[in-house]
């Protein structure tokens, strides 16, 4: 739990100075960043995950979902608020941990009932389409391509 913990508390500091895109500034200008805060940061700049998510199972703590654009599952820690397990979210994702195993939503989320299903695959289409390297974050995906 502190590898989350810390995370949101890095994700409302950088909120403070300009949110994601301003990682490197914040990285300059933060001198009391532990090592591992450093490369927490700099995974987040590097490897963030943008989709759009079908919640399959939650809990008190976090989310299972299926990333649409890409076909991989993710482990999704401090969203806003709770989603319903059939619903969506698109979003952001931050890597917690260097295996993938734990996600930290951005914060910048937005919850779709289930009913919305139709404008919502529309949606994961389009970006896999304007946005082929999303779908590429799969390894099956590249060698299909």
């Known amino acids: 739990m502190d ?4 995370g949101m508390a890095l994700r409302q500091a950088l909120a403070q100075v300009g949110g994601v895109g301003a990682i490197d500034r914040f990285i300059a200008a933060s001198r009391n ?3 591992a805060d450093r490369e927490m940061l700099g995974g987040w700049a590097d490897d963030p995950v943008r989709g759009v998510f079908e919640v399959r199972s939650a809990d008190d703590h976090a989310i299972s979902a299926l990333n649409l654009v890409d076909d ?3 482990r999704v820690y401090g969203l806003a608020r709770q989603p319903a397990q059939e619903s969506f979210v698109t979003g952001t994702l931050l890597p917690l941990t260097d ?3 734990a996600w930290l939503a951005s914060g910048a989320e937005t919850f779709h009932p ?3 299903a139709k404008p919502v695959a529309r949606f994961a289409i389009e970006m896999a389409t304007r946005e082929p390297e999303l779908v590429f974050r799969n390894p099956e995906r ?4």
Do not use: A, F, N
Not at 142 to 145: A, C, D, M, R
């Open 99 to 101: 295996d993938d195993e």
């Open 114 to 116: 289930w009913e919305d």
């Open 3 to 6: 590898v989350i913990e810390r």
């Open 142 to 145: 590249v060698s299909q391509g």
């Open 33 to 35: 960043l532990t090592r």
């Open 72 to 74: 991989l599952y993710y």
